[in-house]
């Protein structure tokens, strides 16, 4: 994480200070989370300002990063970019949950950054809105595969299985 640690010390001795800041960060510095990981050949890029505001740094920015995830009907890999917004205060003091600590001269963009992609990534993700998914007697990609398998004589109780989300 350590490139992700921003040395503020030139913005802190001057009032109302500002800076502006891109970075193009190796996705493995901010790791994967739960099922999602970032993928590993798309730099995470990040364009940020940051402002000296009241013995505080107000970081206002945006990070781009592209996720993969698994299709949630046909489990195959999909690829989900995201762009999110980064708006987080950072002070000597921070309230838990809320704003992020600065410690001495220096702020540490990981954290921020990493909670603030999650946020825009979707619960459920699809590798298209009409992915027609997996055959449930076969087991087949029914996107790209067909098969003679008899769904109408299935239980109707199978049908509610059919949306459930696999994590
Ligand atoms: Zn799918
Ligand atoms: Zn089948």
């Given at each position: 994480?350590?490139?992700?640690?921003?040395?503020?010390?030139?913005?802190?001795?001057?009032?109302?200070?500002?800076?502006?800041?891109?970075?193009?960060?190796?996705?493995?510095?901010?790791?994967?989370?739960?099922?999602?990981?970032?993928?590993?050949?798309?730099?995470?890029?990040?364009?940020?300002?940051?402002?000296?505001?009241?013995?505080?740094?107000?970081?206002?920015?945006?990070?781009?990063?592209?996720?993969?995830?698994?299709?949630s009907?046909?489990?195959?890999?999909?690829?989900?970019?995201?762009?999110?917004?980064?708006?987080?205060?950072?002070?000597?003091?921070?309230?838990?949950?809320?704003?992020?600590?600065?410690?001495?001269?220096?702020?540490?963009?990981?954290?921020?950054?990493?909670?603030?992609?999650?946020?825009?990534?979707?619960?459920?993700a699809?590798?298209?809105?009409?992915?027609v998914?997996?055959?449930?007697?076969?087991?087949?990609?029914?996107?790209?595969?067909?098969?003679?398998c008899?769904?109408?004589?299935?239980?109707?109780?199978?049908?509610?299985?059919?949306?459930?989300?696999?994590?």
């Amino acid at each position: 994480m350590d490139s992700l640690r921003c040395n503020v010390a030139d913005l802190l001795h001057r009032p109302a200070a500002r800076r502006l800041v891109v970075l193009s960060i190796d996705p493995e510095e901010l790791g994967g989370v739960g099922q999602t990981r970032l993928v590993s050949d798309e730099p995470v890029s990040v364009k940020i300002a940051f402002e000296h505001v009241s013995d505080s740094i107000v970081v206002n920015g945006q990070a781009a990063a592209v996720y993969e995830l698994t299709c949630s009907r046909c489990l195959e890999p999909i690829r989900h970019p995201v762009a999110a917004p980064v708006r987080e205060l950072f002070e000597h003091d921070p309230i838990e949950g809320q704003t992020y600590k600065l410690e001495g001269d220096e702020i540490d963009l990981g954290g921020p950054i990493r909670d603030n992609i999650l946020l825009q990534l979707p619960s459920a993700a699809l590798c298209k809105d009409d992915c027609v998914g997996l055959c449930l007697v076969c087991g087949i990609n029914r996107n790209t595969d067909t098969c003679s398998c008899d769904l109408t004589v299935m239980d109707p109780r199978w049908d509610a299985l059919k949306d459930i989300k696999i994590d």
